[in-house]
């Protein structure tokens, strides 16, 4: 079946510091990809939608500038957490929706843990 | 706005005791529902899906029925095993919403032998 993955599932990053991560559609062309942050006990928050070869829509409350997000080809999508701080450790997860397909065939990544320390 | 509610885990049961997952949502329009999975170290994986009231979304033993009166999509299986043993989401997406989900805060899951 279809396949994302995302680099790095955990990552360590001290205060102040930017982290890089990623979300790979392997073996299918994606046109649109979600990026997800999960607090515990909390549900699936989206936070962007990204287009290849646009910018990235934020939902409301999500500061653009802090969470830069770049899809820049069919198959890869980056969010940059910049200038960390422990508030931003969280689960981020992406999810990809296959180029041509309806809005039900959504494939998402492991997930990626981020500490901030 | 629209939400999704599930029971709060962890859910811990016998091998082939039967599952039932609570979840209610709030929509505006008509939405689809959806159960994901989350095994450990995995993505979420798509479980089952209705789309539409009264339809029945089934798949690998589980169930879960729209219901628009009661506005549930409760999910269910008669006999767990111990592969059960994940994490559960119950998510809403309304058509027109960009292919955007909704979930719920995830039921985790543990089945004993």
């Known amino acids: 079946g279809a396949v994302v993955s995302q680099h790095p599932s955990r990552v360590i990053c001290k205060s102040g510091t930017s982290v890089k991560i990623e979300c790979r559609s392997l073996d299918f062309q994606a046109t649109t990809m979600f990026w997800y942050r999960q607090f515990p006990k909390q549900s699936l928050m989206l936070m962007a939608t990204?287009?290849?070869?646009?910018?990235?829509?934020?939902e409301q409350g999500v500061e653009k500038d802090k969470f830069l997000i770049n899809h820049a080809s069919l198959t890869l999508s980056t969010l940059t957490v910049t200038s960390a701080h422990p508030e931003d450790s969280s689960f981020y997860i992406c999810s990809a929706l296959p180029r041509g397909s309806s809005g039900n065939t959504i494939y998402f990544g492991e997930g990626s843990w981020l500490t901030v320390v | 706005g629209d939400s999704v509610t599930q029971m709060e885990g962890p859910v811990t049961l016998s091998e082939e005791a039967f599952l039932t997952i609570n979840c209610t949502y709030t929509?505006?329009?008509?939405?689809?529902l959806f159960w994901y999975v989350q095994y450990p170290g995995e993505g979420l994986q798509l479980l089952l899906k209705?789309?539409?009231?009264?339809d029945k979304g089934s798949n690998k033993g589980f169930e879960a029925t729209y219901r628009k009166e009661t506005t549930s999509f409760h999910l269910e299986k008669g006999s767990v095993q111990v592969s059960d043993s994940a994490v559960y989401f119950c998510?809403?997406?309304?058509?027109?919403?960009?292919?955007?989900?909704?979930f719920g805060t995830g039921t985790q899951l543990k089945v004993e032998l």
């Open positions: 990204s287009n290849e070869g646009s910018k990235a829509t934020y």
């Open positions: 998510a809403l997406g309304v058509a027109g919403g960009g292919n955007k989900l909704t």
């Open positions: 929509a505006t329009g008509y939405p689809s």
């Open positions: 209705a789309t539409k009231a009264d």
